[in-house]
């Protein structure tokens, strides 16, 4: 076979070559921010708003894999496109997904608020979960708990009173271990939840009743005693019993830990701390509290998730709606 001796040669001027990629880049640099320096400047400002630290290298993490993954450098090369196909080849369940859908979208409406973006076109990127709604505590297993626990004993009262704080007010755990004497105003009869020890950072008063004022004055005073014990100086109302705060992570609290060690003890269900939030939530509703009033009282962000709290079964809706449709 005679070879075509030049057909497949080409001469070109690699320059051309060269200043087109080089243009290409300074274009994308100019116009758009690297992404390992949004990260970094988003980072300082979620640790000035008060978030937690993990909470901060979740986000940080979750949009590194994203850079990765897509072989990513800038913010403009976050598309649609790249989202899903990110969303595409993890291999992970779909609650996972969203999960990390969620933080990413925070990420990049943070970048939206930092004029980075011109607009928000990931919010229409959605994963559909089906979710599990988990019931609340029910009543009369808290009235249950509570005669069972020995309330002479400082634990048995602090977490009496601990659990009773958390299904009459619906506040988180983390919240309750952050809580101090300053919080409850004992002549108004409410507590008042400063931003910084609330998840959404808003201000936020809550009503209690008499029974909840008095065993507050009663525990401080056996706080007091620990306290003056171990030389510890604290305010925090819930206290371990060397006097030392409980303000740590949800799964390390001791209450947290207590209410497990109760469920097994007693045979009783749906008592840990969510379970008593969402039974707080339940009681507002049956009383006539319209969704978006619960929605404040647990400091949500949007209706949606209060709904998740409310456990309505089909009977329940069902004889709800006729006192409104049926004369």
């Known amino acids: 076979m005679t070879k075509k001796s030049g057909l497949f040669e080409v001469e070109?001027?690699?320059n051309l070559l060269k200043f087109e990629n080089e243009a290409t880049v300074k274009h994308v640099k100019n116009n758009s921010k690297m992404i390992k320096d949004a990260?970094?400047?988003?980072?300082?400002?979620?640790?000035?708003?008060?978030?937690?630290?993990?909470?901060?290298?979740?986000?940080?993490?979750?949009?590194?894999?994203?850079?990765?993954?897509?072989?990513?450098?800038?913010?403009?090369?976050?598309?649609?496109?790249?989202?899903?196909?990110?969303?595409e080849n993890m291999q992970v369940s779909k609650q996972t997904k969203l999960t990390r859908l969620k933080a990413l979208k925070s990420f990049l409406s943070k970048c939206y608020t930092n004029g980075w973006y011109e607009s928000k076109f990931w919010q229409d990127v959605n994963i559909?979960?089906?979710?599990?709604?988990?019931?609340?505590?029910?009543e009369k297993d808290v009235q249950l708990l509570i005669s069972l626990l020995d309330l002479n004993t400082f634990i048995g009262l602090r977490d009496a009173v601990a659990i009773l704080t958390m299904y009459k007010t619906g506040i988180r755990i983390n919240t309750l271990g952050k809580l101090e004497e300053k919080h409850i105003n004992f002549d108004e009869k409410t507590m008042v939840l400063e931003g910084e020890i609330l998840k959404n950072h808003k201000l936020l008063k809550l009503p209690i009743d008499n029974q909840l004022i008095q065993l507050y004055q009663v525990l401080i005073q056996q706080n007091n005693k620990i306290r003056r014990h171990y030389h510890q100086n604290n305010e925090n109302i819930?206290?371990?019993y060397k006097g030392t705060p409980l303000d740590?992570?949800?799964?390390?609290?001791?209450?947290?830990?207590?209410?497990?060690?109760?469920?097994?003890?007693?045979?009783l269900k749906n008592i840990n701390p969510h379970a008593l939030r969402r039974a707080f939530a339940k009681n507002l509703l049956s009383k006539g509290a319209n969704i978006a009033?619960?929605?404040?009282?647990?400091?949500?962000?949007?209706?949606?998730?209060?709904?998740?709290y409310l456990d309505l079964d089909v009977d329940e809706v069902s004889n709800s709606l006729r006192e409104y449709l049926i004369e």
């Open 12 to 14: 070109v001027d690699l």
């Open 128 to 138: 559909k979960v089906d979710k599990k709604v988990k019931a609340g505590a029910n």
């Open 293 to 308: 009033l619960i929605s404040k009282a647990l400091g949500h962000s949007n209706l949606e998730v209060t709904t998740q």
């Open 248 to 267: 740590t992570k949800s799964t390390n609290n001791a209450i947290s830990k207590q209410l497990t060690k109760y469920s097994k003890q007693f045979g």
């Open 39 to 87: 990260i970094q400047i988003v980072k300082r400002q979620m640790i000035s708003s008060g978030l937690r630290p993990r909470t901060i290298k979740d986000y940080e993490t979750i949009v590194n894999h994203l850079k990765d993954a897509q072989a990513i450098t800038f913010l403009n090369e976050i598309t649609l496109d790249s989202i899903y196909s990110w969303l």
């Open 238 to 240: 819930f206290i371990s």
